[in-house]
Structures are given as C-alpha cells and as structure tokens.
Nanobody
C-alpha cells in the first residue's frame, strides 16, 4: 500500500508563511496527480491545489497568487508553499496522491492524515 507522511503545519500570524510537505512511500510504481485539500471546522473538504506528474498545476481561486504547489517526482513528494496567510486559511490540510501500486495494478487515491494550519489575526 501507500503511506503518506505530512509535515509543516502549525500556528502562524496573518501575513506569515508555511510550507507543507507530503512524502509518499510504499509499493509505488507510478504517481499521477498529487495535491492538497483542506477542511475547516463545520465545512466540507475543498480542493486547494492539484499538480500532475508533468507539472501542470491547478490552484483554487481563493489562494491563487498566495499558494504554490510543486512536486519532486524522484522523492514522491508534493509541497504547498503558503504565503500571505489569512485567518480564513485555517483548516486541516490533507495531501492526496493517485498512485499505481504493485499490489493493486491500478491507479488508486490515497490520503494523508492531515496537518493543522492555524492562522491568527
């Protein structure tokens, strides 16, 4: 299977920056899309940014210009650089990968446990 280890969350003041990382490991043959979702209290989980294997990125409008998604294919790792953070960015951020494994032999979605990002005003 696939294990996802996230890091980089925490508490930051408004206007500050954080960088999230998510490393995938396991019996991975290939990874197509990687990305980040977030869920604020009492709200649905929303997509923040997705990046394809060849680097095409799709960033949600409310964070465009502030957040940047990138990936290192050699390390099976996806990053989310978050700048100019706002209190409304406060949420649990979860990473996501679509991976082909030797066990399942088909692309399957995997999710990280989530990391808390809190932005104080």
């Amino acid at each position: 299977q696939v294990q996802l280890v996230e890091s980089g969350g925490g508490l930051v003041q408004a206007g500050g920056s954080l960088r999230l990382s998510c490393a995938a490991s396991g019996s991975i043959l290939s990874i197509s899309n990687m990305g980040w979702y977030r869920q604020a209290p009492e709200k649905q989980r929303d997509q923040v940014a997705i990046i394809s294997r060849d680097g095409n990125a799709n960033v949600e409008d409310s964070v465009k210009g502030r957040f940047t998604i990138s990936r290192d294919n050699a390390k099976n790792t996806v990053y989310l650089q978050m700048n100019a953070l706002k209190p409304e960015d406060t949420a649990v951020y979860s990473c996501y990968v679509r991976a082909l494994t030797s066990a399942l032999r088909k692309y399957t979605d995997y999710w990280g446990q989530g990391t808390q990002v809190t932005v104080s005003s």
